[in-house]
């Protein structure tokens, strides 16, 4: 079974910049989420999808973030004016169905950012 | 608001030695989940354990388990018999059952010396 591919793995761009990651979650999971992670510490949830609907997306900087999964099934991020404070790693997973416990989410490899 | 302690940023252990992680949380709810997570270097992050809150049993997966203290809301993971394998960051996450958003905490990071 593939697991969850993200791309690409490394991005550098300048502030103010525009930048857009891509997920494909498992074939077959219905939620899909994005996290960021910043050097030092925990993943933090920003978006997450069931099928190609928004579920929570409460900590999505919404002034310069952006994200849709058209059709259920691809992702993308986007950054838009990107920020120096917006170097982390992004991380998409997939679960199979939302809101059941015990179905793990699954993690991609993460797209590492870094805004100069 | 819910929260996630860990309060050791790095931790090491001898090969074939036992070493504890430490994790507390906050939360007014009675019924949650909690999860260790493992991310090696430069890998994906993976499920390690999880533990459901109305169980009182501890949770164990191989050489992995948990100590889950529900009233001083503290969950900690023993990992006996260490491997290299084992190196990486561990982060300690909690789940409410009515929310679909993990809370993780800031890791710990595991040396393993051979």
């Known amino acids: 079974e593939a697991g969850v591919a993200q791309s690409p793995r490394y991005k550098i761009i300048e502030k103010r910049q525009s930048v857009a990651f891509w997920c494909n979650p498992i074939s077959g999971h219905a939620t899909l989420y994005w996290y960021q992670q910043i050097l030092g510490q925990g993943p933090k949830l920003l978006i997450q999808?069931?099928?190609?609907?928004?579920?929570?997306d409460s900590q999505l900087p919404k002034d310069r973030f952006s994200a849709e999964r058209l059709k259920g099934v691809d992702s993308t991020l986007k950054i838009q004016p990107a920020k120096l404070e917006d170097s982390a790693v992004y991380l998409c997973a997939s679960s199979l169905r939302l809101g059941v416990i015990q179905e793990t989410q699954y993690f991609g490899p993460g797209t590492r950012l870094l805004v100069l | 608001a819910q929260t996630v302690t860990q309060s050791q940023p790095e931790m090491s252990v001898q090969e074939a030695e036992t070493v504890t992680l430490s994790c507390t949380y906050d939360t007014s709810e009675s019924d949650y989940y909690l999860f260790w997570y493992k991310q090696p270097p430069s890998r994906q992050m993976i499920l390690v354990i999880r533990q459901e809150a109305y169980k009182q049993q501890n949770a164990t997966e191989n050489r992995f388990s948990v100590n889950f203290q529900k009233a001083a809301k503290s969950f900690s993971l023993k990992i006996s018999d260490s491997q290299l394998g084992d190196a990486a960051m561990y982060f300690c996450a909690y789940l409410n059952t009515g929310g679909f958003k993990t809370i993780f905490g800031a890791g710990t990071r595991l040396f393993v010396k051979a």
């Open positions: 999808f069931q099928n190609n609907g928004v579920v929570d």
